[in-house]
């Protein structure tokens, strides 16, 4: 990249912001190549690379200023992330990579991640650990265990019931959240239960976490 001439370097830097000022430095540099002053040769050629120089950063100052643009997209709040988890959960999250790595697939996950880390207590990447904690879980087994079992079957009941919002829904949540989360810290876990905790907080109470 070519350097900038002095006049569009002090511009660039905040030191020349008006016409007025580039004019009053022009006169003082050009000045100095007079043959009163200086004895220099070729100050000629030298007064012609200063106008030359001068006339371009001119035309800088005077080009119309483009605005910077302001991106008004804000992360995705609680509601958002909820609704993104369920419809990955509604494509059979967690899926397999040659799936996961499918652009729509992915771009959900990315703005869950995004959304989770900009809400209250900073849980960015929490998700993405919780997804591998599940990889981990279910194995490479034809037969599911039957911890994920459970555990795919609660959140498909944490689904249900924020579509339909039935009385026993909850209470199945309610009952099963202590077994759900002893069985996630038994096993190390502990990225999805607190995934756990944060995603049915609202519906089990004070013990669940927010």
């Known amino acids: 990249m070519p350097a900038l001439d002095p006049f569009a370097k002090l511009i660039a830097e905040g030191k020349v912001g008006s016409e007025e000022e580039l004019k009053r430095l022009f006169w003082k540099l050009a000045k100095a190549l007079h043959p009163d002053v200086s004895a220099v040769e070729n100050n000629h050629e030298r007064f012609l690379k200063l106008k030359d120089d001068y006339d371009r950063a001119l035309a800088l100052l005077r080009a119309p200023k483009v ?31 040659r799936i996961r790595n499918q652009r729509k697939y992915l771009s959900r996950i990315e703005e869950l991640n995004e959304g989770l880390g900009g809400l209250e207590g900073g849980r960015r990447d929490l998700f993405l650990d919780f997804e591998r904690e ?28 924020v579509h339909a919002g039935t009385p026993t829904g909850g209470i199945y949540l309610r ?36």
């Open 67 to 97: 605005p910077v643009p302001v991106s008004t997209r804000r992360p995705p709040g609680r509601k958002e992330c909820v609704d993104l988890f369920i419809d990955l959960l509604a494509g059979n999250f967690p899926v397999d990579l």
């Open 134 to 161: 599940l990889y981990e879980l279910r194995g490479d087994s034809v037969v599911l265990n039957h911890e994920y079992s459970l555990l795919k079957l609660y959140l498909y009941q944490f689904s249900s019931y």
């Open 175 to 210: 009952k099963e959240y202590p077994n759900i989360v002893a069985m996630l810290r038994k096993r190390k876990m502990e990225s999805s239960a607190r995934f756990i905790d944060w995603l049915v907080g609202d519906i089990v109470g004070p013990a669940g976490g927010r």
